[in-house]
């Protein structure tokens, strides 16, 4: 838990002066906020805005294990607009005037009242979206990012009804569309109309052209009485239409928080937390923690799973009669003590040679809802030559995928395993743990070069660390 004392600071470019500034979070909150929504709305919603700008800070802030801003590399933040709208407390003097006391004051008390708050998903900071105005539902994330978020998922609401930006027309005429796709409509001769369904179509025209007989909506006139309510000079006429109105209904992107919403519930007696629990699905809103240097992935919470186990599941047994069971446990005891040390919570599946049957392994990670999952075992083929490491994870595991490769990359660079890659599996337990799950082949028995050097003590322990160091790297890394 946060402690209170310290205030962080991070690194912000400004477009202004050029450069790069360190600014305190807590102090930064407010001028973001001020540019981001509307001052006169109601202070639960300027609290939610409060707590979704600080989380788009701590996200990106490298202390945070954050990825920075992606236009300046060296800054957390950009004050251009790029990261989010930002406004100095200078120009707000000049903007607000009379008002500036009373508006700034509004801006430090949603900040003091969610102090450190932040929102999370699986204990990870989410990407705080917002828009101005749903009108009547936000959207799933797939419809606008191309992928699947699970918190941004579509709520109904109907709170936004009142928004300036519920409902907007833009009439644009067809040459400026022409001109903006680079198409050409196909033009009609002036005196001939082309029929338009339900609106206007031409029934009957005489053989220099005269229309004698239309049809406008459900009515049909002769061409004379046409001409004359429209004040239209000859009857020897054509139509085109040349503007197209749009109606639009709500403004920007749809995905998380609506702010009209937000405040028109606010309005109603709601309170900032259970706005944004209502926009973005299953957060959780947390205190954020001070980066540890030294306890790199602190409260991380991880499930080892090593492999076989009992007399009835014993795996693969080498040449030198060393058996996976054996193996795969000590490297599971290994790692959870190098994990410990660097700050995580971890339960192992099995702690002795004892058989476990897969549904209760999976049993016991869907009730601790870990962090990450890993399965540890030892491979075998027929031929004694081949040797290698290989981690898998389920289809459409994009965070194990991530996690993979940062551990099979460390195992290459530490243990010059051969990397025999990265790959999809749809393994029993790869598919029944509801978190991120991996399975590591870590070498295999079969292979009796690679079988001797788990006779030597430390293997198992040099095994772990690497793979606990790939851990480490993911979280320094994860967005
Ligand atoms: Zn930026
Ligand atoms: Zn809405
Ligand atoms: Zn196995």
Redesign the pocket.
């Given at each position: 838990m946060n402690n209170g004392k310290n205030s962080v600071s991070i690194k912000v470019y400004d477009k202004k002066r050029n450069s790069l500034v360190n600014r305190q979070i807590d102090e930064l909150i407010p001028e973001l906020v001020a540019a981001q929504i509307n001052i006169d709305f109601q202070l639960e919603a300027i609290k939610c805005q409060t707590i979704i700008v600080r989380t788009a800070l701590i996200r990106k802030a490298r202390a945070f294990g954050g990825k920075g801003c992606s236009k300046h590399k060296e800054a957390d933040f950009c004050l251009e607009g790029h990261c989010g709208k930002w406004i100095s407390k200078e120009e707000l003097k000049k903007k607000w005037e009379k008002d500036f006391d009373r508006n700034w004051e509004k801006l430090l008390k949603a900040e003091e009242e969610t102090k450190y708050l932040v929102m999370t998903f699986n204990n990870k900071v989410i990407d705080p979206r917002f828009h101005s105005t749903c009108g009547g539902a936000t959207d799933n994330s797939e419809n606008v990012d191309d992928y699947n978020t699970a918190y941004l998922r579509k709520v109904l609401c109907n709170y936004c009804i009142d928004s300036p930006c519920w409902k907007n027309i833009k009439e644009l005429n067809t040459d400026e569309i022409e001109e903006k796709f680079n198409v050409r409509f196909k033009k009609l001769s002036s005196l001939n109309g082309a029929n338009i369904e339900g609106m206007i179509e031409e029934i009957e025209r005489d053989e220099e052209g005269r229309v004698k007989k239309i049809k406008v909506g459900d009515k049909i006139l002769k061409g004379t009485d046409f001409c004359e309510c429209l004040g239209l000079d000859s009857t020897r006429f054509g139509w085109e239409p040349v503007v197209l109105r749009f109606e639009t209904r709500g403004k920007g992107h749809g995905l998380g928080l609506c702010q009209y919403g937000a405040n028109s519930i606010a309005e109603q007696g709601g309170k900032a937390q259970e706005i944004l629990k209502y926009y973005y699905t299953g957060i959780d809103i947390k205190k954020y923690e001070m980066p540890d240097r030294n306890r790199p992935i602190n409260n991380k919470v991880i499930v080892i799973d090593p492999?076989?186990g009992g007399e009835e599941n014993v795996?693969?047994i080498g040449q030198h009669k060393l058996m996976?069971k054996d193996i795969?446990l000590s490297i599971a005891l290994d790692l959870k003590r190098e994990l410990e040390d660097l700050g995580a919570k971890v339960i192992l599946t099995r702690e002795d040679d004892v058989y476990i049957p897969l549904s209760s392994r999976a049993r016991t990670a869907n009730k601790i809802r870990p962090n990450f999952f890993i399965s540890i075992?030892?491979?075998s083929f027929t031929n004694p030559n081949i040797s290698g490491t290989e981690i898998y994870h389920y289809r459409g595991d994009k965070e194990g995928e991530v996690m993979a490769n940062f551990i099979i990359k460390n195992m290459e660079k530490e243990l010059r395993i051969v990397n025999k890659g990265v790959k999809i599996a749809d393994f029993y337990l790869l598919k029944t743990v509801t978190t991120s799950a991996l399975h590591i082949?870590v070498e295999y028995l079969t292979n009796p070069e690679e079988e001797r050097k788990f006779l030597n003590n430390d293997y198992t322990k040099r095994i772990a660390r690497s793979i606990a160091n790939g851990i480490t790297e993911y979280y320094k890394y994860q967005i």
């Open positions: 492999g076989h795996g693969v996976e795969s075992h030892m491979n082949e």
